[in-house]
């Protein structure tokens, strides 16, 4: 199980159906970006690699005082941060910051997207990893942290994560 945790509008279940198309057809373009709407709950995704599968949970951002309930079995986590967002970095590294230190996900994988490339208003990669003192967070935390820049909308990224992803299965 993988579970899919950030804030409320960063883009994850745009994220989720991208990677789900990206496995299922894996077209050479993604075209229209579909709608989303802000999940209320759970979305439970299977991403199908070449002999296995990778259960992904998305939480919705407004379960965040819930999401430690979700944290058993889980192997891994993708968390999203909406790097366009200025006004919810700080908040986005609080979350993160509980999720890491939760015991429950000790041994689990991490991946820390930041997202939304493709917007004009971006914070460059370097910024954002300042921001969150990344390179701290890296070096206290218990878990392997991986981040990437990615935009869901364009599929700049993609490709990438379902490499992390794939990488956690063994095949």
């Not at 296995?52 to 944290?71: A, D, N, Q």
């Not at 993160?96 to 997202?115: I, R, T, Y």
């Not at 820049?149 to 994560?161: N, P």
Request: proline content about 4%; charged content about 20%; aromatic content about 4%.
């Amino acid at each position: 199980m993988c579970l899919l945790l950030g804030s409320t509008g960063v883009g994850k279940t745009l994220l989720l159906k991208r990677l789900q198309k990206l496995t299922r057809d894996q077209p050479a373009d993604l075209g229209e970006a579909p709608v989303t709407l802000p999940t209320v709950g759970t979305n439970l995704t299977d991403l199908k690699f070449k002999k296995k599968r990778v259960t992904v949970r998305e939480l919705g951002g407004c379960m965040g005082p819930i999401w430690h309930s979700f944290y058993a079995d889980c192997a891994s986590v993708i968390f999203v941060v909406d790097s366009a967002n200025i006004t919810q970095i700080s908040s986005s590294c609080i979350q993160l910051l509980s999720v890491l230190s939760a015991e429950a996900l000790h041994g689990a994988s991490v991946l820390v997207l930041f997202n939304k490339r493709d917007l004009p208003c971006t914070m460059t990669l370097m910024e954002m990893k300042s921001l969150f003192r990344m390179n701290d967070i890296i070096a206290s935390a218990p878990q392997s942290i991986t981040t990437l820049e990615v935009s869901a909308r364009s599929g700049q990224g993609l490709k990438e994560v379902l490499s992390w992803l794939e990488s956690l299965t063994g095949t």
